[in-house]
């Protein structure tokens, strides 16, 4: 009975998912997708209440529905390491398939930054500190085994200014409206959108996109909704 009841509601939230997913205005269906998104909550709050007991700091990171959760709170293992030291094969083609489609729209669209082994974040988070002091440097920077960029999801990407460091100035970039609208097509989802630095812990990058496969990048195509929303595990 438990495993029926289970099912459907599994079933039910895949139609409210998808009912999600064909709302093509942002902003004229902004009211009926969150109240879709809240209908699939307590699903996803279970998902990951399933798997938490699974994570254990430094040795296995955690995932919840196939999804590599990292974020301040859970971090991966000094050690871990995908496709030996490089960006996951999966992601590689979604980004080409992606930069083709911006190509035909007229952009230049390429990968500043991917994947980041363990002691390049240290280096990298201890030159921060040392520029910025530690409490401005967490604004944006992760501690080393916390960033996304050791998981081989992450990317951050530029435009044909591939040498420029990435930052705000990406924000108004054609490129960056682009992949605002589009990039949760390929899989991809903004991971630290504006105006939730206090869910994620980060400020906005508008640069920073994270692969997490089409099936549930379709449910963040509005880009105001964060992995720690998706899973529940955030309350305001
Ligand atoms: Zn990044």
């Not at 709170?73 to 911006?102: C, N, T």
């Not at 500190?129 to 085994?145: F, H, I, L, Q, T």
């Not at 044909?160 to 990039?183: C, M």
């Not at 991809?188 to 105006?195: A, D, T, V």
């Amino acid at each position: 009975m438990k495993k029926l009841i289970i099912g459907f509601t599994l079933v039910v939230a895949v139609f409210l998912l998808y009912g999600g997913y064909i709302y093509e205005n942002k902003d004229t269906h902004a009211d009926e997708y969150i109240s879709v998104y809240e209908e699939v909550e307590e699903v996803t709050v279970n998902k990951f209440e399933n798997r938490r007991s699974e994570y254990i700091e430094g040795e296995k990171p955690l995932y919840v529905d196939g999804i590599l959760l990292v974020n301040k709170e859970y971090r991966l293992p000094r050690d871990f390491s995908p496709s030996g030291g490089k960006l996951e094969d999966e992601v590689i083609e979604a980004f080409k398939e992606m930069q083709e489609d911006a190509r035909k729209d007229g952009l230049v669209i390429n990968i500043r930054s991917g994947y980041r082994s363990y002691n390049t974040q240290k280096q990298l988070y201890n030159t921060y500190v040392r520029r910025d002091g530690e409490e401005k440097a967490n604004r944006y920077s992760a501690m080393p085994g916390y960033s996304e960029h050791q998981t081989g999801l992450a990317i951050d990407i530029t435009n044909e200014r591939t040498n420029r460091s990435i930052g705000s100035w990406f924000n108004d970039t054609p490129q960056a409206s682009w992949l605002y609208e589009n990039a949760y097509k390929y899989g991809f989802i903004l991971r630290y959108p504006e105006g939730k630095e206090h869910i994620t812990g980060y400020m906005y990058e508008s640069w920073h996109y994270r692969y997490i496969g089409k099936e549930h990048s379709k449910n963040f195509n509005m880009n105001n909704l964060t992995l720690e929303e998706y899973f529940g595990i955030y309350e305001e």
